[in-house]
C-alpha cells in the first residue's frame, strides 16, 4: 500500500488566499477532498492576522497610488482605481453570498463600514486632489464621492486631522461614506471553520518541505513542526498558498513558470493606540502621499480598526528592511531563494532601486520621535504616551525577469501556474486580501478549466457581476452596492 494519502487539493498555508480558494472549491464541488497545512500553531498569523495587516478594504476610494498625478497637470486617469475597485466588488459579493449560506459568521464579525479619506496640504497636492475628485465623482462605482478644502467640513469628518492644526495651512481631503474595514483574520479563520465543518483537514504545526511531480499530479511531504514526524500526500492540485514562502515552494516543486522569479522583503510596523477617547473621536481610514522614496505600499494613514468587537487606531506601516519573506521566517529566505535563472533580475533589482533600499534601512533606524514626526503630520495633538509600536506583517513584492533578462520590482500580485494547471502559487502583496477572491477566480479559471464553464451558473448565484464590468453598468453597480451593503450591513 502506498504510504500517500490521496486528497484532490492541497491547499499549503493557512491564510485568507488558501481559505478563499477551499471555500470555493468546496462549495462548487461538496465531493473534493481538500487538505490544509500551516505550519504555524494556528491558521492567519502571517499577513492575514488582522494586526499584521492595516485592513483597508482596497476598493482605490482613498489611496492615490492607484490613481496618480497626469504629467500635464490634465484630469488624471481613472482606469487602474476602477480596475481595482470592480475587484473589491467581487470580495463584497462572495463575503455577502458566504453570509447567505451561513460559510461566514455575521458581518460585524469581520466588516465594518468606515468612511474613507484622503487628506494633502500644498497647492500643488490640493489642486491634484480636486482634480481626481472631479474624475472620481462621475463614476458610478464611487458614487458619494466628496471633496473639501473647508477646515470645518474636513473637521466634521475627522476631527483629528484638523485638532492643533495651523490654519494658514492650505489642505484638502476627499471622503467617501461606502468605504470599509476588514478583518481579514476573522474571514480566514471562518472560511477554515466552514472548510473542517465539510470534513477538510486543516492541519496546523504541519510544514510542507518538498514538492515531487507524479503521473496523477504531486507528492508532498509534510512535517509536524512539534514532533518533527513525516507525512505524505500526493494531491491532484496544489495551491501554494504560503505567502512570502510561495517562490521557495515553487522553486521546489520545479516548475519552468517559477524560474526567474525573486523578492523583495519590506518589513513594516504600525503605531496602535487603543484609548477611548482617540477612537470614539476618530472613524475613517485616512491615508495620505508617500514621503519621497518610499515605496507604494507605505503610504502612511490613520486607521480606525474594529477587530474581535473593539475598536483601535493603527497608524503606519512604517517601511523597513528586514530581509525575511515572512514575519516568522528567516533572514536566510532571500539568499535561499537565490538561482542561476534570478541573480540577474535580483543584481539589476538592487542596482535600480540603491536609493529605495537606503530609504528603508533609514526608516528602520529612525527614532522613535521621527516616526511619531510623521503621525503629527496626520494628527498634530498626538501624544507619545497614547501610542505603541506593533510589528507589522511581512511584505514580499515580486521581482519579476523582463524581456532583457533583468528583473523589474513589481507591487502587484502574480500569480504563478503550471502549464497543466496542476499546481498554482501567489506571488507578491498588493492589493492583498481584498481582492482575493477575484485572485483566487483567477486561479480556478486556469487550473479548473474543464469544470470552470460547468461552475458558471453557480458561481454567478455567488457572484452575480461576475464577468460584468460594474463601472459600465451603473444601473447594476447600484444595485450590487446596495445589494451587499444589505447583507454585510454596511452604509453605502
Ligand atoms: C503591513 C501590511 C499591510 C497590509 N494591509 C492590507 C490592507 O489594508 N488591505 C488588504 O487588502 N491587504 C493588505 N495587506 C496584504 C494582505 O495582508 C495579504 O495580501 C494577504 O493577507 C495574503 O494572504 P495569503 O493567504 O497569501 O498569505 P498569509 O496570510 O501570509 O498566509 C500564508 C501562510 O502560509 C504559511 N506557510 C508558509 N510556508 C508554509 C509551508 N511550507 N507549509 C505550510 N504553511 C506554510 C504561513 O505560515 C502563513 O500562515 C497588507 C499586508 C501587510 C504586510
Not at 56 to 82: F, Q, R, V
Not at 440 to 456: G, Q, T, V
Request: glycine share 8%; with cysteine.
Amino acid at each position: 500500500m502506498s504510504k500517500y494519502e490521496k486528497v484532490d487539493v492541497a491547499l499549503i498555508g493557512g491564510g485568507i488566499m488558501s481559505a478563499t480558494l477551499g471555500a470555493l472549491l468546496k462549495h462548487l464541488n461538496p465531493k473534493f477532498k481538500i487538505a490544509a497545512y500551516e505550519r504555524l500553531e494556528s491558521v492567519a498569523l502571517e499577513s492575514s492576522n488582522p494586526w499584521n495587516n492595516a485592513g483597508t478594504g482596497h476598493a482605490a476610494l482613498c489611496e492615490l497610488n492607484y490613481m496618480p498625478d497626469s504629467k500635464d497637470g490634465s484630469l488624471p486617469n481613472p482606469a487602474k482605481a476602477i480596475e481595482i475597485n470592480e475587484q473589491f466588488q467581487l470580495s463584497r459579493q462572495l463575503w455577502a453570498s458566504f453570509v447567505k449560506l451561513r460559510i461566514l459568521g455575521s458581518p460585524e464579525t469581520f466588516i465594518h463600514s468606515t468612511p474613507h479619506m484622503t487628506f494633502v496640504r500644498g497647492a500643488k497636492n490640493v489642486d491634484y486632489l480636486r482634480r481626481r475628485a472631479t474624475v472620481l465623482a462621475k463614476q458610478p462605482l464611487f458614487s458619494g464621492f466628496e471633496f473639501s478644502t473647508s477646515y470645518t467640513k474636513i473637521a466634521a469628518w475627522a476631527p483629528l486631522l484638523i485638532e492643533g492644526r495651523d490654519r494658514n495651512e492650505q489642505i484638502a481631503a476627499t471622503r467617501i461614506a461606502s468605504g470599509t474595514d476588514v478583518d481579514f483574520g476573522a474571514v480566514t479563520n471562518q472560511l477554515f471553520d466552514f472548510l473542517a465543518k465539510k470534513g477538510t483537514v486543516v492541519q496546523v504545526n504541519s510544514e510542507v518541505v518538498s514538492l515531487r511531480r507524479v503521473n496523477e499530479g504531486w507528492h508532498l511531504t509534510i512535517r509536524d513542526t512539534k514532533t518533527g514526524t513525516k507525512r505524505y500526500v500526493q494531491a491532484g492540485f496544489v495551491f501554494v498558498g504560503a505567502g512570502g514562502w510561495a517562490l521557495k515552494l515553487l522553486q521546489k516543486a520545479g516548475i519552468p513558470e517559477a524560474k526567474g522569479f525573486g523578492l523583495f522583503p519590506v518589513s513594516g510596523s504600525f503605531l496602535r493606540t487603543d484609548k477611548p477617547e482617540l477612537v470614539a473621536s476618530h472613524r475613517a481610514k485616512v491615508y495620505s502621499q508617500a514621503s519621497v522614496g518610499a515605496p507604494p505600499m507605505s503610504v502612511p494613514h490613520l486607521d480606525s480598526r474594529i477587530v474581535d468587537g473593539n475598536g483601535s487606531l493603527l497608524f503606519g506601516p512604517y517601511a523597513g528592511a528586514i530581509p525575511k519573506f515572512l514575519k516568522q521566517g528567516s533572514v536566510l529566505d532571500l539568499p535561499l531563494t537565490i538561482r542561476l535563472s534570478n541573480i540577474r533580475p535580483y543584481l539589476s533589482v538592487a542596482l535600480k532601486n540603491i536609493s529605495l533600499i537606503k530609504y528603508l534601512v533609514k526608516e528602520l533606524a529612525k527614532s522613535k520621535s521621527k516616526q511619531f514626526e510623521s503621525l503629527r503630520e496626520f494628527m498634530p495633538n498626538a501624544e507619545p504616551a497614547d501610542w505603541k509600536l506593533i510589528t507589522a506583517g511581512q511584505r514580499a513584492q515580486v521581482i519579476k525577469r523582463d524581456a532583457k533578462g533583468n528583473g523589474t520590482l513589481q507591487f502587484g500580485t502574480e500569480v504563478v501556474t503550471s502549464a497543466d494547471g496542476s499546481i498554482a502559487g501567489l506571488l507578491g502583496a498588493s492589493p492583498g486580501a481584498s481582492t482575493s477572491v477575484h485572485i483566487m477566480l483567477e486561479i480556478l479559471k486556469k487550473s479548473f478549466e474543464a469544470d470552470f464553464d460547468k461552475w458558471s451558473p453557480q458561481l454567478k448565484k455567488l457572484i452575480p457581476s461576475l464577468g460584468i464590468e460594474l463601472n459600465r453598468d451603473p444601473k447594476m453597480a447600484k444595485k450590487i452596492m446596495a445589494d451587499t451593503a444589505k447583507t454585510l450591513k454596511l452604509k453605502g
